[in-house]
């Protein structure tokens, strides 16, 4: 070759070469055939956790989690033939404590007329840790739903601590004001029974492990020999058989704090001697979404409660002006007709016609109250029919030209039909009690995956920004909607009536 085409690195000489495979900021090494090591530098024993002896004594697959061996051989093999790809690799420290991701990239050499690899090493942990904590909390915080409850959010955060670290076992624990009144709301891989013992425990004054320390003001903490802890305690007596098998002995506990207020503590448990360390931060965002979703859940229980509030009190306005009455009347003509028994006997037939008319209008209202609290006809009949007989009841009932146009029955949940059919009957006390309106019209539509339901009249309107007791119970109807992920709109003005819109988009 002349020596114009040497290219630079046969210039350098394998003096300056060996200087900067030594001094390399990656880890760098050399692979024969089998994928022993030739050869490797500083770096690249830092990476791998070993000293340069041990390595050379090994093999590359002798490095590598078992989990990944199998994946790690047939990607060194390809890469030999000339496949040049990047892979990360699971990296096992000698003691097992922990695993490291390593990025290789390894290109075939020709070292003494034999097939060797030239691998580039690159420690990107943290880095993939960051990328998988950031993944996580996207998905954590869009799988708990506006409706989950407090049982349902702590069960997917115990399950997503399991999945997303190195966890064996989670729970969540929430203090109802002082320590001997916590109890376990969700867990995930722990023996059936574990909520129960450790409920035992906190009335008996023995909280689990770290329990009193949160409650006292302290941070995240970390119990190792945690599984023997849990057998010598008298209130796990009964899973003992369980425990003594558990893939687990060290328990992190992180707090779960809104403002200044100490909700409970999210427990982790892993195996023994593993390096919780990595883990702590990441559990301590988990627990920020574990609050977030916990007090969302809440807000919704007492939300649903005022609204079970305000339908009560509707329900009982309504057996004040209907049922009531008619009873009332019903009172007064068999009085009358008792009366008239003994003096004028030919009109006591008038008396009791109008009672078997004021007990067949009660019968009626009650009907159509049991139909409000009890709709089973949106199982039988769908939504579709449920919103019609709902108009008719109205028209029946109050003297309304009331119409309903239903496109299609929409493939919604039961729940969701439910809270629709319950917007549309609110809307209807609306327009009978406030709007003294002539005509409502019922719409049901489904529209580009989406599922409307219009309520229009042509009342008196009102003002929707103004501030008035009561808000129509718009804001039930809004809560109902929103919670199932929909959108309430209303558009009124005095003296030009009332559209109403709630929108529920079809599940995936």
């Known amino acids: 070759m002349s020596e114009t085409l040497k290219t630079p690195f046969e210039k350098l000489g394998a003096e300056m070469l060996a200087r900067m495979f030594e001094v390399a900021a990656h880890g760098l090494a050399l692979l024969d055939a089998d994928g022993r090591f030739l050869h490797i530098n500083a ?18 697959l002798g490095c590598v989690s078992a989990a990944t061996r199998i994946e790690a051989q047939r990607w060194f093999a390809s890469s030999l033939r000339g496949g040049a790809e990047t892979r990360d690799l699971e990296v096992a420290h000698p003691c097992g404590s922990r695993t490291r991701v390593v990025s290789c990239f390894c290109v075939p050499v020709t070292l003494e007329d034999e097939t060797a690899g030239l691998l580039a090493l690159h420690d990107v942990t943290e880095s993939r840790r960051a990328e998988r904590e950031a993944h996580t909390l996207s998905r954590v915080a869009s799988s708990l739903g ?268 039961m729940k969701h039909k439910s809270a629709l059919y319950r917007v549309a009957q609110e809307a209807l006390h609306n327009v009978v009690k406030h709007a003294r309106s002539r005509r409502v019209s019922l719409s049901l539509s489904t529209e580009n995956g989406v599922v409307r339901l219009e309520v229009c009249d042509d009342g008196v309107g009102f003002d929707p920004t103004a501030r008035f007791s009561g808000r129509l119970g718009l804001s039930s109807m809004r809560e109902r909607v929103e919670a199932l992920q929909g959108t309430l709109e209303i558009a009124s003005a005095p003296g030009r009536g009332t559209r109403l819109l709630a929108t529920l988009p079809l599940p995936e």
Request: hydrophobic share 45%.
């Open 43 to 60: 770096r690249g024993c830092a990476i791998l956790g070993r000293p340069y002896e041990a390595l050379r004594a090994s093999t590359l």
């Open 146 to 413: 506006a409706g989950a409850s407090v049982y349902e959010a702590s069960s997917a955060i115990a399950r997503w601590v399991v999945k997303t670290s190195g966890a064996a076992a989670a729970a969540v624990v929430l203090f109802q004001g002082d320590l001997s009144r916590g109890y376990v709301t969700g867990s995930y891989g722990l023996p059936r029974g574990f909520g129960a013992a450790c409920r035992a425990g906190l009335a008996a004054g023995r909280p689990p492990l770290t329990g009193r320390a949160i409650l006292a003001g302290e941070g995240a903490s970390v119990v190792r020999g945690a599984r023997a802890a849990h057998l010598a305690d008298p209130a796990f007596a009964e899973l003992r058989p369980a425990l003594q098998g558990a893939p687990w002995d060290t328990l992190v506990s992180v707090p779960l704090r809104l403002r200044a207020q100490t909700l409970g503590v999210l427990l982790a448990y892993f195996p023994e001697g593993y390096e919780v360390e990595s883990e702590r931060d990441f559990l301590g965002r988990l627990a920020g979404q574990c609050v977030l979703a916990i007090e969302n859940a809440r807000l919704l229980a007492d939300a649903q409660d005022s609204a079970a509030l305000e339908e009560r009190q509707r329900l009982a306005r309504e057996l004040h002006d209907s049922v009531s009455q008619a009873l009332y009347g019903i009172a007064l003509g068999s009085k009358s007709a008792l009366s008239l028994l003994k003096t004028h006997p030919e009109r006591v037939e008038e008396r009791l016609q109008y009672v078997l008319a004021m007990a067949e209008a009660a019968m009626s209202e009650m009907r159509a109250l049991i139909f409000e609290l009890r709709p089973e006809m949106l199982e039988a009949e769908g939504l579709g029919g449920a919103l019609t007989k709902l108009a008719a009841a109205a028209q029946a009932r109050h003297h309304l030209e009331a119409t309903c146009h239903v496109s299609g029955e929409p493939p919604l949940p």
